[in-house]
């Protein structure tokens, strides 16, 4: 069982860098990659296209479904290295990991968005000129996360932008701190039960 769920490990590991790989060939779309590429799609594209499916990992023109179709892939690949390592494996354990990831790709995003509003609020206080195609992608993000923080902070006040601004990177630094601590004990607590 030791060398199987190594084995399995190692493939999930490798199938995660091809993953990784194919997904940074896609930054450079118009280059032309030939057959190594195309063999690439090949192996990877019915996976990550699974994914593609569900809506709901679409926010604005950002596409997260590569990120949680390789957090799935990291939880398989945890749960195999655990049994390789200890030969079993309980549900605490698996629930601890699920979080776990879950709390990665939260938190990236989570992140993501905090250097999103940062950059938008470094521009809006150094007075850039913001019309360049950059910049409209900065706004294009940002504007979904600064209407639903402000909402949920302001309701149906009226908030000059900067106020906006600050009151969501507030919000969104205080979110990730204290969801990473209540991810913390909570992972701690799942790995610990004896089931």
Known sequence: MHTLMTVLAGAASLYMILIFIRIMLTWFSGADHGRPAELLCNITDPYLKWFRRFS????????????VALAILSVVNNIFMTLARHGSITVGSILGLLLSVV??????LLGFFLIILVLRLIAYLTRRNVYGSFWRIIDTLARPILFRI???IFGQRLVRYQ??????IGALIALRVGLGFLVHIGTGFLTRLPV
């Open 56 to 67: 709901i990992l679409r926010v604005a023109a950002l596409d997260l479904s590569p990120i």
């Open 103 to 108: 709390w990665s790709a939260a938190s990236f």
């Open 150 to 152: 402000n909402r949920i």
């Open 163 to 168: 106020t906006g601004l600050f009151a969501s």
